[in-house]
């Protein structure tokens, strides 16, 4: 089997003197959309941030491409072909949504044209000249992904997509999500929406305390369920 695009051993990570991340090991394989679940406050957004390079006090080892990035600046990590798409989403509010979708740097060949993302995305084509301030929070989140998808980046890292969102709005930021995948994107995806992500992770990796507790493929997911309340206490 062909090495993970992107593969974490051993990772701690720290918020000044809080110990936040102890141990975490996971691996995302060209292609996959892997989820990581838990209850709030788990750890899972700190591992996006620790792989990003946000948070600067960590230890272990993450691989992306071959690429060792524990020691990388930011700067540097964002360019190596890995998009983070935050929970607040980061866009540019006072911007259009053309200006915003013009400004990401392109970091490897293959990114999206504005034409192509607006095949994508038909609610942007239509919102092309509003600032992101008049978008709503669906049309926000598509545009904070879009942004991604012009720069080539290989992997996709993105934190709570579907949060609150309406129902329709989920439906689509899923079937983008399911687009993706089928045109090779590989995405490490926190979600707390079971249904939502059953639909298009290939495997899950539940956390606790900081930690990987235990990790399967989507189609164990209705057996882990018992499991599954006992740590996330629903």
Excluded at 47 to 62: D, E, V, W
Excluded at 214 to 222: A, N
């Amino acid at each position: 089997m062909s090495e993970p695009l992107l593969s974490v051993r051993g990772l701690n990570a720290w918020y000044g003197e809080s110990h936040a991340l102890h141990g975490v090991d996971l691996d995302v394989n060209t292609g996959e959309t892997v989820t990581l679940v838990g209850r709030n406050g788990v750890g899972k957004t700190t591992t996006l941030r620790a792989i990003m390079g946000l948070i600067r006090k960590r230890t272990g080892s993450i691989h992306f491409d071959g690429k060792d990035l524990i020691a990388l600046p930011l700067h540097k990590t964002a360019r190596t072909g890995i998009g983070y798409v935050p929970e607040e989403r980061g866009i540019f509010a006072s911007l259009t949504v053309d200006e915003n979708l013009i400004l990401p740097p392109v970091v490897a060949k293959g990114g999206m044209s504005i034409e192509e993302i607006f095949s994508l995305f038909p609610n942007l084509k239509e919102r092309r000249n509003s600032p992101g301030t008049k978008l709503s929070g669906g049309e926000q989140q598509m545009l904070a992904i879009a942004r991604m998808l012009r720069t080539g980046d290989k992997m996709l890292l993105l934190d709570e997509p579907t949060e609150g969102l309406a129902p329709v709005i989920v439906q689509r930021i899923g079937e983008l999500l399911a687009e993706l995948k089928r045109r090779g994107m590989t995405v490490l995806l926190v979600e707390q929406n079971f249904h939502f992500a059953s639909k298009i992770a290939d495997r899950f990796y539940l956390m606790d305390h900081g930690k990987v507790v235990s990790h399967f493929p989507v189609e164990e997911l209705e057996s882990r369920m018992g499991e599954l309340h006992e740590v996330l206490g629903v």
